[in-house]
């Protein structure tokens, strides 16, 4: 097998930055350090794997007249579906066939900082034209993701512009609910460029209730940005919009039957984007946020995902048809967000109805009434955007301080905690986009959402509205440097991260 080399930079990184010995692997020649890692492999061991995964550039055909070219896992977009047993230990070799080192984040699951995926904690690089062999047990059970983590800069081919992002299905001991199909769908836009026409203001998050001082600094913050001549920073838009890959009306009808139940497990692998979904004469019932089982499952006309959520949701098939499941914006619809869901015995042009005005409120699938636990420590943390301060590019803050550039070298934590404390984060918006949150190697609980209560609903990602508080309570138990960031690839490129640190 051709061992992937690993430049003499990044192990005299890992041997610099970790405490313990570090080992360059034998078989694999990966630098690993005790720490990071989460069992060695040995060479009886080494003969095979469970999954292989190969980044490569590949053309996708996202439609007869649309092929586009991007770097995917294994030729195809999505990446394979992964299905991992809850606590039973797998082997997945990743090979890059591209000339970029690069970082295979496995998003949700409580892995160690070696296998995470992410170079600022310190992951090792997938060398370019090498490769990397990962066993780690999987957890928590559910819908989980895995993904590039190299930023991207301006780069629109890079990091998650690309089509490396895949499904991961961690199989619980219990299956909640039961239902006789079960269907991945996977949210995704292709050929991004970037604009200079601002975001389209987005309300369908409840509370709406917006905090008067985060407004009046955001607001008065871009005012004098303008004022000074500065234009709008960046924003990026795509040409064409896909459903596993394919836009709609083009590639196979999902095809059910009158009476089924159907799981649908739904990902927005957007690298930007804040997706809806709706299927007309059709409620989800949503029982599972981000592969976590909620609470209290609950029946809505529309579902909302910021980039990298999950919703597992079961639909009953009782309204026969062909339709449209799809976007409620027009215009990305058109543009081939949706796919054609075809009931046995049914034909004809697949439908679509503008679903009623709708809401989006985590607090409906959480445990009503149930105050949740204290947190041990209150860490505060303000989100603020610097309009085009970074070549064009918004730059973001937070509590005042982008992410260090250099982090890569020399990991600087912005917050340290001790284990087993739990922690709040009250994360506080000084900004009108909405920040899809995202913290790795953990899950949080919501606590509170612009000034509601609410617990009991777990999560890895969480969407903070434009100029609204929330806050999530997370429990310290997986060690070591812990990024988290806004998800939006265009933020988190642009200093929205920081990094926790303890042992
Ligand atoms: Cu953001």
């Given at each position: 097998m051709c061992a992937a080399p690993t430049s003499r930079r990044d192990f005299l990184r890992l041997t610099g930055t970790v405490t313990g010995a570090a080992i360059f692997h034998p078989v694999l020649g990966i630098a690993d350090s005790s720490p990071f890692r989460a069992r060695a492999l040995d060479f009886s061991e080494?003969?095979?794997?469970?999954y292989t995964l190969r980044i490569a550039t590949s053309p996708i055909e996202l439609a007869p007249n649309h092929i586009v070219s991007a770097i995917t896992y294994n030729g195809q977009f999505p990446g394979p579906l992964l299905r991992f047993k809850e606590g039973q230990q797998t082997v997945v070799d990743v090979f890059n066939d591209t000339d970029a080192p690069e970082q295979l984040h496995w998003h949700g699951q409580f892995v160690p900082v070696g296998v995470d995926g992410a170079a600022e904690e310190g992951t090792p690089f997938i060398p370019a034209h090498g490769m990397r062999r990962i066993a780690f047990t999987p957890r928590p059970p559910g819908l989980r993701f895995y993904h590039t983590h190299n930023r991207a800069g301006a780069d629109l081919h890079a990091g998650q512009y690309s089509a490396q992002v895949g499904p991961v299905y961690i199989e619980p001991q219990h299956e909640p609910g039961s239902y006789d199909q079960e269907i991945f769908l996977v949210l995704k836009e292709f050929e991004p460029s970037l604009s200079r026409g601002g975001d389209m203001a987005m309300n369908f998050l409840s509370p709406a209730a917006r905090v008067k001082s985060l407004e009046d600094a955001g607001e008065s913050a871009m005012k004098t940005s303008l004022s000074k001549g500065m234009p709008h920073g960046y924003e990026v838009g795509y040409r064409y919009f896909t459903i596993n890959g394919r836009m709609l009306g083009h590639g196979e009808p999902l095809r059910v039957k009158s009476g089924q139940r159907v799981l649908f497990h739904v990902l927005n692998g957007s690298a930007t984007e804040i997706r809806s979904l709706a299927l007309p004469g059709h409620t989800f019932k949503v029982i599972a946020l981000d592969g976590n089982p909620v609470p209290s499952p609950a029946e809505v006309p529309v579902l909302w995902l910021g980039t990298a959520e999950r919703i597992s949701a079961i639909v009953e098939m009782k309204h026969p048809g062909v339709w449209v499941l799809g976007d409620l914006a027009d215009d990305d619809r058109a543009h081939g967000m949706g796919i054609v869901i075809e009931y046995a015995g049914q034909h004809g042009k697949p439908q679509w109805l503008k679903p009623p005005p709708f809401h989006w409120n985590y607090a409906r699938f959480g445990k009503p009434n149930v105050p949740n636990a204290q947190p041990d420590e209150t860490i505060d943390m303000l989100f603020s955007k610097r309009n085009a301060a970074n070549q064009g590019f918004n730059e973001w803050t937070i509590n005042g301080v982008p992410f260090p550039a250099d982090s890569m070298e020399k990991p600087t934590p912005m917050f340290y905690l001790r284990q087993g404390r739990r922690y709040r984060l009250r994360m506080r918006n000084a900004s009108d986009d909405i920040h899809p949150m995202h913290l790795h190697r953990h899950s949080f609980e919501l606590t509170k959402l612009a000034g509601q209560p609410i617990s009991g609903v777990m999560k890895d990602v969480v969407m903070v509205n434009g100029y609204q508080q929330v806050e999530v309570d997370f429990t310290a138990d997986n060690p070591g440097l812990t990024l988290f960031h806004c998800h939006q690839q265009l933020h988190m490129d642009f200093g929205f991260m920081a990094l926790f640190d303890y042992v």
């Open positions: 080494a003969a095979s794997a469970d």
